[in-house]
């Protein structure tokens, strides 16, 4: 059927989506700057903030990006010499972040409901074998976007970040100095280990899914081999 054709490479092109923004979503978590924070090579503020403090800032400014709290969350927060903890740039900055994260994972819940309707489609009419194709070229698509991903961490990771952030920000809006408390809570090895991490997790969830379909792969061809040889 030509429907199930188009749902096919459809699930081929979202897939690779699905999994990269599921292993952002593992991320965007205190959770995961805890992780950090504790790695013995990751560089100390220079300005004498400690791992505690950067915990506690860390954890606020994370939080914003998925709760439905205004700027003054982020706003009205003192150090304890009653100075801002962001500065008005920082914090346009942060409005900005989080309306790119919110409508991420707007569209990731959507084509999560979306690929589930596709996938009872399948189930259904009994179209097996696109199904299987599809999930297949989506897991292999995933594997290499992420491939060449990894290899642009590697030749040149600074020049892959200013990219990322001119798609997704306006020119300078998301500069800042060193002095600035972004910086000082997420340096630039934060992000380049956020970047492997989120990588990595995407190779798992389509790794995952070839090792499955080659097990169930494997267990058909036995049963046919055994179906064969009984007389």
């Not at 809006?173 to 989120?198: C, G, K, M, N, Q």
């Not at 169930?216 to 007389?231: D, E, F, H």
Request: glycine content about 6%; aromatic content about 16%.
């Amino acid at each position: 059927m030509k429907i199930n054709r188009i749902l096919q490479v459809l699930i081929i092109l979202v897939l690779p989506f699905l999994f990269l923004m599921s292993a952002v979503r593992v991320l965007i978590t205190p959770g995961y700057a805890a992780f950090e924070y504790q790695r013995s090579w990751f560089p100390k503020d220079p300005y004498g903030m400690s791992k505690d403090e950067r915990l506690v800032w860390s954890r606020y400014a994370i939080n914003y990006l998925t709760n439905d709290e205004d700027i003054s969350y982020l706003g009205d927060l003192r150090f304890e010499d009653d100075t801002e903890v962001f500065n008005a740039r920082e914090l346009e900055h942060m409005l900005d972040v989080k309306k790119v994260v919110k409508t991420s994972l707007t569209v990731w819940y959507a084509l999560l409901g979306f690929t589930f309707a596709v996938l009872m489609w399948f189930v259904i009419m009994g179209a097996w074998k696109p199904l299987r194709q599809g999930l297949i070229g989506g897991a292999w698509l995933t594997v290499g976007l992420i491939v060449a991903l990894i290899i642009f961490i590697a030749v040149s990771f600074n020049n892959l970040f200013d990219r990322f952030h001119q798609l997704f920000f306006k020119d300078g809006t998301w500069l800042f100095y060193e002095s600035d408390t972004l910086i000082r809570l997420f340096p630039l090895t934060f992000w380049r280990d956020a970047f492997i991490l989120v990588s990595v997790l995407t190779l798992l969830f389509a790794g995952l899914l070839l090792i499955i379909f080659g097990v169930i792969s494997k267990v058909r061809k036995n049963k046919q081999k055994k179906s064969l040889a009984t007389p």
